[in-house]
């Protein structure tokens, strides 16, 4: 290729904006307690756990993850030979994983999975239960003294595995075409990727009533959490839906005890995304940032309650780019990207239909079921996706009597499906976004507590993997080595940098004057790297 050539040459380039992948790694971590059961526990039968509330907060080359182990214990009592539950209180779990690189300010993903839940029986615990002496009257014969109650002690060990994923928003001009240069000179690579359409952060302020069933001294504290959020992209906007759900731990005003009271406030918002379309895809992260309560002086078994919800929404669309690699004899200017390239992605509807009985005659159906997905899992077969979990329902009905009184109960149904992603395989990411479409209940009029209920619900699943490219981002014009553009990670020097891209020491100085002291880099910075 001659020099004229050269000078023709003409690179068209096109803006991509994408989550930059800055690190990403899994890590394992045991939760182990002390568990009491009660009565004397033949065999665990099964363990149901779940985790709840899991939040990733990225400090320097490391993910903070907090969140929430709920237990539901199934056991076989020795006496009865019944099968029990008992509920374990709730967990919180705290835990590190190492990302190098990762900075405050960027992106977090945490995908959590309880990986073992296991049981070593201690010891038995006698316990002398007043209550009982008196119902029963019963005493040991021997001691001559209330007969004891046994309870069962064991140890809980919870394994599990936590995998963050540290993203950082870029907008990059990358090369999709070349004029002036044979075509069979050029190098491409087809990507698939999210690009970003926008984000933006809103405050939502909640006020409201609350009533306690006592008088109340002072507040203790208030543990508010976020649940059950569904989010959908209008033209420039993300309408947020969500429940506020809220214990106050209160003092009360007679003998200084504490005590709970729950409360479930749903609201709705938008968030302000300019770009914004239907059917782009959003991520939604909420933040409670402020909450209290004040004891009405004048009516202490009355408050009011303040809290502010921070959203932040960003919308993506998935576009795929074919983007120039290298162009053959040519110099030119890289960048190495490393981002989640989409395999594809594909939505499925299922139909949930069973029969249902309430715990009263049901006059009429009133109003639509609160629905929430649970212990959603995945799996990823050749060219496919196996998602299985529960679709919980909370019911609410008129009763069949004069009252008309509005009962509840909850229904929970187990669902399997098989979504197809031709190209998936095991190892790669899935995220699935499921929803509700449609719920319909026919009453028995012959025996009014009987229902056959039907639900269609939608599971979007997409499936990801990473890659990590090196693309043209500019051509020079003339025979001049090519460069590539490299960020620096945490541990870098230029001696490390230049023995991985085969180059000397003295190249990578020459072509970074900027850098006035060889010792000092720092990560995050950018450095150019000769290419001969």
């Known amino acids: 290729m001659g020099k004229d050539e050269f000078l023709a040459l003409e690179c068209i380039t096109d803006l991509l904006k994408v989550e930059q992948v800055i690190g990403e790694n899994a890590s394992q971590t045991s939760v182990v307690r002390d568990v009491t059961l009660p009565g004397r526990v033949r065999k665990i039968a099964e363990v149901d756990t779940t985790l709840r509330d899991v939040k990733g907060r990225v400090i320097e080359n490391k993910v903070i993850v907090e969140g929430v182990i709920h237990k539901q214990i199934f056991f076989v009592d020795d006496e009865s030979d019944k099968l029990k539950e008992f509920t374990v209180a709730d967990e919180r779990f705290v835990h590190f994983v190492d990302v190098p690189g990762a900075m405050p300010g960027m992106n977090v993903q945490i995908h959590p999975r309880v990986e073992f839940v296991g049981h070593d029986f201690i010891r038995e615990v006698k316990k002398y239960r007043d209550e009982d002496v008196l119902a029963t009257g019963e005493l040991d014969a021997e001691h001559k003294k209330p007969k004891p109650k046994v309870d069962s002690l064991f140890r809980q060990t919870v394994v599990l595995e936590i995998f963050a994923k540290v993203t950082e928003s870029i907008q990059l001009d990358v090369v999709v075409d070349v004029n002036g240069v044979d075509k069979n000179n050029v190098i491409t690579e087809l990507l698939k990727v999210e690009s970003v359409i926008g984000e933006n952060a809103s405050q939502v302020s909640i006020r409201n009533e609350v009533e306690f069933d006592r008088p109340a001294r002072k507040i203790k504290n208030i543990d508010a959490q976020v649940r059950d959020i569904m989010t959908r992209v209008i033209e420039n906007k993300v309408i947020v839906e969500g429940v506020l759900h ?287």
């Open 246 to 532: 809220k214990q106050i731990f209160f003092v009360d005003a007679g003998d200084d005890v504490v005590h709970e009271v729950s409360l479930d406030e749903r609201f709705t918002h938008f968030v302000d995304v300019p770009g914004a379309f239907p059917g782009a895809n959003v991520q939604l992260h909420p933040r409670v940032e402020f909450v209290n309560v004040e004891i009405d002086e004048r009516d202490p078994t009355r408050g009011i309650q303040t809290a502010i919800i921070d959203l932040f929404a960003k919308v993506t669309e998935t576009v795929q780019v074919e983007v120039v690699t290298d162009i053959i004899g040519a110099s030119v200017r890289k960048e190495l990207l490393k981002v989640s390239q989409v395999i594809g992605e594909s939505s499925k509807q299922h139909n949930i239909q069973a029969n249902l009985t309430a715990p009263a005659p049901v006059k009429k159906i009133a109003g639509p079921p609160e629905t929430r997905f649970e212990n959603i899992e995945t799996r990823v077969i050749e060219d496919k996706v196996v998602v299985e979990g529960d679709l919980v329902k909370n019911v609410f009905f008129v009763r069949d009597s004069d009252r008309a009184e509005v009962m509840e109960f909850e229904v929970r149904e187990h669902f399997t499906l098989f979504v197809d992603i031709p190209g998936a395989m095991p190892g790669h990411v899935v995220q699935v976004y499921p929803r509700v479409e449609f719920t319909d209940f026919d009453i028995n009029h012959e025996d009014r507590t009987k229902l056959r209920q039907t639900t269609v619900i939608e599971v979007f699943v997409k499936v990801t993997e990473h890659v990590q490219l090196e693309v043209v981002v500019a051509c020079d014009v003339g025979p001049t080595p090519s460069v590539t553009i490299y960020i620096v990670q945490p541990g870098d020097t230029l001696f490390k940098i230049a023995q991985r891209f085969n180059v000397s020491l003295e190249a990578i100085e020459a072509a970074n004057p900027q850098i006035t002291d060889p010792n000092k880099i720092f990560p995050g910075q950018q450095i150019f790297i000769p290419r001969r």
